[in-house]
Nanobody
Framework: QVQVVESGGGLVQPGGSLRLSCTAS????????MGWYRQTPGNQRALVAKITKDDVPTYADSVEGRFTISRDNAKRTIHLQMDGLEAEDTAVYYC???????????????WGQGTQVTVSS
């Protein structure tokens, strides 16, 4: 199967920075898009940033210019550098990996367990 593991969440003051990491592992034949999504209570999970296997990023308007997504294909890892954090960035952040598994032809999304980011003074 495929495993997706996130790390790097925590508590930070407004204006501070955090770096999230996510690694995909397992029966991966092709790793397509990877991305970060966030969710707050009572709301749907929403895109924060994603990056293609060719390193083309996409950002939500609310984080453009403050967050940077990067990718290391050799390590099947992405990072999300979050600067200028605001209280509105408080959420559980989830990593998604779009994968074609070894020996399979379909493409599926795999999610991590989530990591809490809290921005508060």
């Amino acid at each position: 199967q495929v495993q997706v593991v996130e790390s790097g969440g925590g508590l930070v003051q407004p204006g501070g920075s955090l770096r999230l990491s996510c690694t995909a592992s397992g029966m991966i034949y092709i790793l397509f898009d990877m991305g970060w999504y966030r969710q707050t209570p009572g709301n749907q999970r929403a895109l924060v940033a994603k990056i293609t296997k060719d390193d083309v990023p996409t950002y939500a308007d609310s984080v453009e210019g403050r967050f940077t997504i990067s990718r290391d294909n050799a390590k099947r890892t992405i990072h999300l550098q979050m600067d200028g954090l605001e209280a509105e960035d408080t959420a559980v952040y989830y990593c998604r990996a779009q994968v074609r598994r070894t020996g399979k032809f379909d493409i599926n999304n795999y999610w991590g367990q989530g990591t809490q980011v809290t921005v508060s003074s």
